[in-house]
């Protein structure tokens, strides 16, 4: 209909494993990782399906995977250190399955037409063909995000400012020897606008990530198994001047 959208698709897809995958045996970051010469290419069947609704200012998305993977390749903790008391992760191989979803909603109402409210939740789990977890996937987030606009703010135009939080779910469905990860929720704030000096633009922006500096880890880290925190709070300031070549300059 005009207001409503349904998508779906089916495909397959077929990858050999890689260099790294095959021959590993050496310390990357601080894990030590093995490879296994005896993987053999995956297979992959994947179906989706997504809805899709829009009316005057409010838009809503849902989509949903369902993934099978024969000869899945993965790395995953051995729970094994080696001699200097670094974590030994091996590249393995098992038939699996991955499913999951995302919903979705962005709220312009009329009345304030300045400020934009979008708000997503996502999903993803991976299990083994014994019933084992994979290793690896993400934890269930939850996002919001609203955002005022002004086309015209006093000197300047197109201004902006936006808060964003990012709330991981615990991660408790971890595979053999991989470490349950506890959520966090982080804040991002970020300003900017465009301002003309005589007949040039000029394009500002602050951008301030992980705002209040909270203490967390990542399921997906790499360091997760040392326990070493992702980053803290990070300023950003960009300044962007565009510049062209005149007319009379160009061939």
Do not use: C
């Not at 897809?13 to 590993?24: D, G, M, V």
């Not at 992959?44 to 829009?54: G, R, V």
């Not at 300047?156 to 971890?174: E, G, I, P, R, Y």
């Amino acid at each position: 209909s005009e207001n409503l959208l349904l998508r779906t698709n089916i495909a397959a897809a077929y990858r050999t494993p890689n260099l790294a995958e095959l021959t590993s045996n050496g310390q990357h970051e601080l894990r030590y990782e093995t490879g296994d010469q005896n993987l053999v290419p995956e297979n992959a069947y994947e179906a989706d399906l997504s809805l899709h609704y829009h009316k005057n200012n409010f838009t809503a998305d849902i989509a949903g995977f369902y993934n099978i993977v024969n000869n899945y390749i993965f790395i995953a903790p051995t729970g094994e250190m080696t001699s200097t008391g670094i974590p030994v992760f091996r590249y393995k191989q098992s038939n699996a399955t991955l499913f999951g979803g995302e919903a979705g909603i962005h709220l312009h109402p009329e009345a304030l037409k300045w400020l934009h409210t979008e708000a997503t939740f996502s999903s993803v789990i991976g299990r083994q063909q014994n019933g084992d977890y994979l290793p690896f996937v993400p934890a269930h987030k939850f996002r919001l995000e609203l955002r005022g606009e002004k086309e015209k703010f006093l000197q300047l135009h197109k201004a902006f400012a936006s808060v964003n939080s990012t709330t991981a779910f615990n991660q408790n469905n971890a595979a053999p020897d991989e470490t349950t990860t506890p959520g966090y929720t982080l804040f991002d704030f970020g300003i900017g606008a465009n301002l003309k000096i005589q007949n040039q633009e000029i394009s500002f922006k602050i951008s301030i990530n992980n705002l209040l500096d909270t203490k967390y880890i990542d399921h997906l880290s790499t360091l997760k198994e040392v326990n070493y925190n992702n980053a803290g709070r990070n300023i950003t300031f960009s300044i962007k001047i565009p510049f062209g070549i005149a007319d009379q300059y160009r061939n």
